[in-house]
């Protein structure tokens, strides 16, 4: 059993504590987050704009011929 930070007598304060787990980032979300934080490399933010851009294009054009 592990130690116990604090026992109050009716409360165990952090018997049930698990430190946040790291999460792990794909390619496609460091290179989301690459393009918006860097505002130097205009070329990549530029092409990463396009590609959103194309997407919700794509998107919107899924919804209107499901309707």
């Known amino acids: 059993m592990k130690q116990l930070p604090?026992?109050?007598?009716?409360?165990?304060?952090?018997?049930?504590?698990?430190?946040?787990?790291?999460?792990?980032m794909s390619n496609f979300?460091?290179?989301?987050?690459?393009?918006?934080?860097k505002k130097n490399e205009r070329a990549v933010a530029a092409f990463d704009?396009?590609?959103w851009i194309v997407a919700t294009g794509l998107l919107g054009w899924l919804f209107v011929v499901a309707v």
Not at 29 to 37: A, C, G, I, K, V
């Open 49 to 51: 704009l396009v590609c």
């Open 6 to 24: 604090y026992n109050t007598g009716k409360v165990l304060i952090g018997s049930q504590y698990q430190p946040r787990q790291e999460y792990i």
């Open 29 to 37: 979300e460091y290179r989301l987050q690459e393009s918006m934080l």
